[in-house]
């Protein structure tokens, strides 16, 4: 997990509630990713962002937000609007361009009540 | 559509035997591929990832993947199976820098190795 840290590790929300998940990475890498986690379904992407104050939606980005004002940090947001948020939520950098791998973070849990 | 898949749920193996993790793909283009690991409530690790060249490629804990192209194909393979192997893994494909350098995964595998 290093160098990528999420918080917090469990996440409680009631319904009608945003909640906002905290990523940050001291890898100075350019790239980072939001990733949402279902048993049985992989990964799906719902933001990205290549550079500071850019990003772009994934495949799944409806109901959630993000914010990259920094390069170590991109907040996610999930908000009201989305329909069924319990789910594993992962965060993941990388350098940005070319073949480099992606390094995650520990993950944060999200269970709505 | 670019796509992975990764056809078992669920391999079985025990302790001291090889075991192979199916992966194939489908995009357009040279790809580069990756296969990762996942203990329960953690993040993703990396293993090994092919990128160009020769299509055997070595990786962390003594895993290694074979790419071919014909079969599209990327198999996660260890000689000699550990019951700390035990985990789930995923095989992804990277798309273009014009693409957002998205990783896109299979569904995942869920090795278990006994002793």
């Known amino acids: 997990d290093g160098g990528i840290t999420q918080s917090p590790k469990y996440l409680f929300r009631k319904e009608g509630q945003n909640v906002t998940l905290s990523c940050e990475q001291n890898l100075n890498h350019d790239a980072m990713y939001w990733y949402r986690q279902d048993p049985g379904q992989g990964l799906r992407l719902i933001y990205y962002s290549q550079i500071v104050n850019d990003f772009q939606k994934g495949d799944i980005a409806e109901g959630y937000s993000v914010s990259r004002e920094k390069k170590e940090s991109f907040p996610l947001t999930v908000t009201s609007a989305q329909k069924n948020p319990t789910a594993f939520y992962l965060c993941?950098?990388?350098?940005?361009?070319?073949?480099?791998?992606?390094?995650f973070g520990p993950g944060t849990r999200l269970t709505v009540l | 559509a670019q796509s992975v898949a990764q056809p078992e749920d669920q391999v079985n193996v025990a302790e001291g035997n090889p075991l192979t993790v199916k992966c194939t793909y489908s995009v357009s283009g040279n790809p580069y591929l990756f296969w990762y690991v996942q203990y329960p409530n953690r993040g993703l690790q990396f293993l090994l990832k092919y990128i160009t060249g020769d299509n055997l490629v070595k990786g962390s804990y003594g895993f290694e993947a074979e790419f071919n192209k014909s079969q599209t194909s990327f198999h996660l393979k260890k000689p000699s199976a550990l019951v700390s192997d035990s985990a789930l893994y995923f095989c992804a494909v990277r798309l273009g820098y014009n693409q957002g350098g998205k990783l896109i995964f299979g569904q995942g595998t869920e090795l278990s190795v006994k002793p």
């Open positions: 993941a950098s990388s350098i940005g361009q070319g073949s480099g791998e992606q390094f």
